[in-house]
């Protein structure tokens, strides 16, 4: 009978992430996404290479179909390894797109139904388990990145389970043995799913672990019994995931990953709903304060007053002094480095000391929101089972009314919004006329670059026939090492990084001859590389809907020898002073002004002030291209001088 309950329930939580995210699917679940903008075209194009790889015999951990040619160490990028191996039967059946989907109507479901399975575990109520279970998978922080597309941050479905084999070992209900090899197998596969909610799990075991001891003395013994053989479950983890932990030690990367730690949550966010959930709307004059419209903290003024309940209720409890200590941390956690209410910053919280740390400063505080909501979601399923309702044996309206404050709000069609986005695919890629213009494996540039378009997807779509001289898979540091060769080159750290400048045709065919690029793709609506910029590398042609250059009846760049815009390249460097009006402004080397400062004119040199944007004083007039000799670059500047 328990099996038909927990059966049932995993139905309705599936039913309940299709009526949310996945009836606008149909009929045709392969043309549409679920997420915004372009990040879930990272994981299409993850669950298409692995497919791709096994059915070729490829190494799938190192891929050389993007960033040409020196290609990419898959582990260290947010690409949910473990999903895409476990779907690639049903990408193989349906492609890479309509995988995806299946997969991200799945994992919140999936979540929910775990959460679950560790609240009827400590409660044995279905109903209040539902309602725990339910406050987990959806959760505004499974939310948040449900909008995105982001598979390796909702597909935390074993979190739960590593909190319940924890649980059943320290009441004794499992061996040492037992406890050990369940754990390993739960650590193995969710590093093969996301490393960082595997790194951030471990975060709070130890936490929790420490908690515990310090709360609940009855199981202090226990306690300390179970360092030893999590420890072994971790190795045993790390050896159960080998191949994935091998090449992932091997292209460790301790340094700066992340763009900066950024905000935490606002403290109101715990109550205040965001665009994101039912009622969001009626809140934005102070949630437009909080750092995003997807903010992760909100649990809903229900569950606040479950959780408020259950504390004046029990509070001589050990266990219930252990669960409010637990969702306490994790709150202080994703609030981040400072206390900010209503978006005014009051103090700096202890968090800011992790910013010191290696490896943990580039772990994004609000991504620790799912804890949040396991933790809530568990006091709820306690209070429901253990109180006695005024008309039924358990209460209901709370419950339910926790439940409805996380129902997202699926029918906006403004950010943030549920709602799967339609990618442009054009007659070049769909109607496979790459085949007649590129040879297979041959390497293409398509522009937009750096994951800003879709040429991720139009590389899956045709079969992996082309590869990319792209990145697009890990994100590119602005202010540290680059963490791959490819996002080293002058080229790709400025259309990543720079937004009022473009690189030079010279500097585009210099890139071409280190990427081993035959053809640059242009969609309509790139705004860059301009038809002038493509004219300066060979003849275009508008094909299929997208121009092409060279044109696909002339011979490829691969076929030219481009060796002086490699050696002009080299030998250019710092910057060039623009002009827009009396404002001066620093370009690197081999690019030219775009976008707020398009129009830009080069500065001149002027004789007693350098390099200027100011007049030339009166008598002076222009005598050539200031030379190499006075510390600028050589013949770029006007020279002025009496």
């Known amino acids: 009978m328990r099996r038909h309950a927990n059966l049932l329930v995993l139905v309705a939580y599936c039913a309940a992430s299709f009526a949310y995210f996945g009836w606008r699917l149909l009929p045709h679940p392969g043309r549409l996404e679920i997420g915004i903008y372009h990040d879930p075209e990272l ?39 473990g999903l895409a191996l476990v779907f690639s039967p049903l990408t193989a059946a349906f492609g890479a797109v309509a995988s995806y989907n299946v997969a991200a109507v799945l994992l919140p479901a999936l979540a929910a139904w775990t959460a679950y399975l560790l ?12 309602v725990g279970g339910y406050l987990f998978g959806f959760s505004s922080g499974i939310l948040g990145q449900q909008i995105s597309g982001h598979l390796h941050q909702t597909g935390v479905f074993l979190v739960p389970l590593v909190a319940l084999v924890v ?48 709360l609940v003395p009855a199981v202090r013994a226990r306690l300390r019994a179970i360092v030893l053989p999590t420890c072994v479950a971790y190795v045993l983890g790390a050896v159960v995931a080998g191949p994935f932990v091998l090449y992932a030690l091997k292209g460790f990367h301790a340094g700066e990953i992340v763009n900066g ?57 050990a266990c219930a002094r252990f669960l409010l200590a637990s969702l306490g941390v994790t709150v202080l956690i994703v609030l981040g480095v400072d206390l900010r209410v ?91 006329e790459y085949e007649t213009c590129v040879r297979r494996g041959s390497t293409l540039a398509v522009f937009p670059f750096g994951g800003a378009g879709h040429d991720l997807l139009y590389q899956v779509e045709s079969g992996f026939w082309f590869d990319l ?69 060979g003849p275009t042609e508008l094909r299929g809907g997208v121009l092409v250059s060279p044109a696909c009846n002339a011979p490829p760049l691969t076929a030219r020898n481009l060796t002086r815009y490699v050696q002009k390249q080299a030998s250019s460097h710092g910057s060039i002073g623009y002009c827009t009006g009396p404002n001066f402004n620093l370009l690197p080397a081999g690019t030219y002004p775009a976008g707020p400062i398009a129009g830009a004119v080069p500065a001149h040199y002027v004789v007693g002030q350098g390099v200027t944007c100011a ?28």
């Not at 290479?49 to 050389?64: D, G, I, M, Q, R």
């Not at 009626?282 to 259950?310: E, M, Q």
């Not at 000391?353 to 568990?378: D, E, H, S, T």
């Open 43 to 81: 994981f299409v194009w993850s669950f298409g290479w692995w497919e791709h790889a096994l059915a070729t015999f490829t190494n799938p951990f190192v891929s050389h179909a993007l960033y040409a040619p020196s290609g990419i160490n898959l582990t260290w990028t947010p690409t949910a390894a």
């Open 119 to 130: 609240c009827h575990h400590v409660t044995g109520s279905v109903w209040a388990s539902a």
């Open 167 to 214: 649980l059943r070992y320290v009441e004794g209900g499992l061996s040492e043995r037992g406890f050990v090899w369940r754990l390993a197998i739960v650590v193995a596969a969710q590093l093969w799913i996301s490393t960082e909610i595997a790194l951030t799990t471990t975060i709070l075991l130890v936490l929790g672990i420490a908690l515990g001891a310090l």
């Open 261 to 317: 730690n950024g905000p935490g949550a606002d403290l109101l966010d715990l109550a205040v709903p965001t665009p994101t959930v039912v009622g969001g709307t009626w809140f934005t004059s102070v949630s437009s304060h909080f750092s995003s419209l997807t903010s992760s903290a909100y649990l809903g003024l229900p569950t606040l007053a479950v959780v408020a309940l259950y504390a004046r209720r029990a509070r001589r409890s």
């Open 342 to 432: 209503d978006g005014h910053r009051l103090f700096a919280l202890p968090w800011a000391l992790v910013m010191r740390v290696p490896v943990l400063k580039n772990a994004l505080a609000f991504r620790f929101a799912i804890y949040v909501g396991l933790a809530a979601g568990v006091i709820v399923a306690i209070w429901t089972a253990t109180t006695r309702g005024r008309v039924y044996p358990r209460p209901y309206l709370l419950p339910v009314l926790a439940v409805l404050a996380l129902v997202p709000a699926v029918w906006r069609s403004a950010y943030p919004s549920f709602k799967p986005q339609h990618p442009d695919r054009y007659p070049f890629f769909t109607s496979h």
């Open 469 to 537: 001289a792209d990145n697009g898979l890990a994100p590119v540091p602005r202010n540290a090492k680059p963490l791959t060769s490819f996002d080293a080159d002058p080229v790709v750290s400025t259309l990543s990084l720079i937004d009022f400048a473009r690189p030079t045709a010279d500097s585009l065919l210099a890139f071409a001859s280190l990427h081993h690029v035959a053809r640059f793709v242009v969609v309509p609506g790139s705004g860059y590389p301009t038809r002038r910029d493509l004219a300066q590398i």
């Open 615 to 642: 007049p030339p004083p009166s008598g002076y007039k222009r005598r050539g291209l200031a030379p190499a000799s006075l510390g600028v670059p050589a013949n770029t500047y006007p020279y002025y001088a009496p």
